[in-house]
T-cell receptor, first 119, second 116 residues
Framework: NAGVMQNPRHLVRRRGQEARLRCSPM?????VYWYRQLPEEGLKFMVY????????ESGMPKERFSAEFPKEGPSILRIQQVVRGDSAAYFC?????????????????FGDGTRLSIL | AQTVTQSQPEMSVQEAETVTLSCTYD???????LFWYKQPPSRQMILVIR??????QNATENRFSVNFQKAAKSFSLKISDSQLGDTAMYFC?????????????FGTGTLLAVQP
């Protein structure tokens, strides 16, 4: 499967625990995005990363949430001290970073998402 | 702030018929892209069609086509010869071009049910 890979598909945590969500972009893609989908809502942008750089984190909550995309390995979305309101589907997407456009406008291809449930 | 509005929360269509899903958006940018994504019950997000705002010609992908009215900031999706597999939530989205960011702004979605 050459698509965007997210794991785990389902994650259950108790309040106060940490959640780590992983995303491996499509082959040849150097841009990664994280979106959150609350029940019965559309997707909301959280953060946009390139290798070792955060480009736009305007959608990230100020506290408890962090994201990284290291030189080697998958992108990680980390949620510390989870609360019930963090229950949602978290989608990762990736796109190419063409020289001419810097990746702007390139179609974003989504993974299957991670369903996070907080007990 | 950029917004995307989908005014039809739910729609229904008979198999083999044609249906149009509405989308309007608000942006102060002159260069942007528009997308329709489909989310079937499996919850995947699948790109259906993409339109570049500077292109006047409407995008087409097999049974899917758009009616892009730039002045009216309208971007509707037409599905011809509807199939049962088209049953899904459909999201309209915009993306600004020219800035450093690359974030998609999504509407709230339209749930389409294709009836046999």
């Amino acid at each position: 499967n050459a698509g965007v890979m997210q794991n785990p598909r389902h994650l259950v945590r108790r309040r106060g625990q940490e959640a780590r969500l992983r995303c491996s972009p499509m082959k040849g893609h150097s841009h990664v995005y994280w979106y959150r989908q609350l029940p019965e809502e559309g997707l909301k942008f959280m953060v946009y990363l390139q290798k070792e750089n955060i480009i736009d984190e305007s959608g990230m909550p100020k506290e408890r949430f962090s994201a990284e995309f290291p030189k080697e390995g998958p992108s990680i979305l980390r949620i510390q001290q989870v609360v019930r309101g963090d229950s949602a589907a978290y989608f990762c997407a990736s796109s190419r970073g063409d020289r001419g456009t810097g990746g702007i406008g390139q179609p974003q291809h989504f993974g299957d998402g991670t369903r996070l449930s907080i007990l | 702030a950029q917004t995307v509005t989908q005014s039809q929360p739910e729609m229904s269509v008979q198999e083999a018929e044609t249906v149009t899903l509405s989308c309007t958006y608000d942006t102060s940018e002159s260069n942007y892209y528009l997308f329709w994504y489909k989310q079937p019950p499996s919850r995947q997000m699948i790109l259906v069609i993409r339109q570049e705002a500077y292109k006047q010609q409407n995008a087409t992908e097999n049974r899917f086509s758009v009616n892009f009215q730039k002045a009216a900031k309208s971007f509707s999706l037409k599905i011809s010869d509807s199939q049962l597999g088209d049953t899904a939530m459909y999201f309209c989205a915009t993306l600004n071009y020219g800035g450093a960011t690359n974030k998609l702004i999504f509407g709230t979605g339209t749930l389409l049910a294709v009836q046999p």
